[in-house]
C-alpha cells in the first residue's frame, strides 16, 4: 500500500509541475513563430518584384514609342470579277494601304508595288461572294493579302516590309 501511495504522491507532484512548464513552451513556440514570420517578410520584400505569373518583372523603364507609320497607297483601286453566280454581287473594288514603320521597308514596297498589285489582283479575283458577305470574311481576306504582299516583299528584299495592310474601300456591286 505503501508502494501505491508513493506512486499517487508523485502523480499530484508532476500535475502540480507540469502546468509550471506549459506557459513557457507556449511562449517558446509564439517566439518561433514570429520570428519565422519575420524572417519571412524581409525575404519576401527585399526580393526583386515578381509579374503576377512568377516571372520577374520588367524594370520601370518606359518602352521607347514605335516609329511613326507610313503608309502606301496602291493606285488605282483593285476592281476584279468575283467567281460565283450570275445573281448577287460580280464585281469587287477595292483601295489598299500597306503600313511599314521603316522608311527603307517603304522605299522597298514602292519599287515592288507592280508585283504586288499583280499578286493580290490574282487573290481577289479567286474571291467569292459569299466568302466576304461578312465581317469575318472581309477580315479573312485582308489577312490573307498581307499575307500574300509579306510572301513577295520577303522573296524580293529577304524581309516582310509591311506590318499591316488596310482596306480603305471595299464595294461590291
Known amino acids: ?38 524572417g519571412g517578410a524581409v525575404w ?6 515578381h509579374a503576377a505569373d512568377g516571372a520577374p518583372a520588367t524594370s520601370a523603364k518606359p518602352k521607347a514609342p514605335p516609329a511613326p507609320a507610313q503608309y502606301f497607297g496602291l493606285e488605282p483601286p483593285f476592281v476584279v470579277n468575283l467567281n460565283g453566280p450570275v445573281d448577287g454581287p460580280r464585281y469587287l473594288q477595292v483601295e489598299v494601304q500597306l503600313m511599314t514603320r521603316d522608311s527603307s521597308a517603304l522605299e522597298a514596297i514602292k519599287t515592288h508595288s507592280p508585283a504586288l498589285r499583280a499578286r493580290l489582283l490574282m487573290l481577289f479575283s479567286q474571291v467569292t461572294p459569299d466568302q466576304i458577305a461578312d465581317r469575318a470574311g472581309k477580315e479573312k481576306l485582308q489577312a490573307a493579302s498581307l499575307a500574300e504582299v509579306q510572301k513577295v516583299l520577303l522573296a524580293e528584299t529577304g524581309k516582310k516590309c509591311a506590318d499591316d495592310l488596310l482596306f480603305t474601300s471595299f464595294v461590291t456591286q
Open 44 to 49: 519576401y520584400f527585399t526580393q526583386a518584384p
Open 1 to 38: 500500500m505503501a508502494a501505491a501511495a508513493d506512486k499517487t504522491k508523485k502523480s499530484a507532484d508532476k500535475d502540480k509541475a507540469a502546468p509550471s512548464r506549459r506557459p513557457v513552451l507556449v511562449i517558446a513556440l509564439i517566439a518561433v513563430v514570429a520570428a519565422a514570420a519575420a
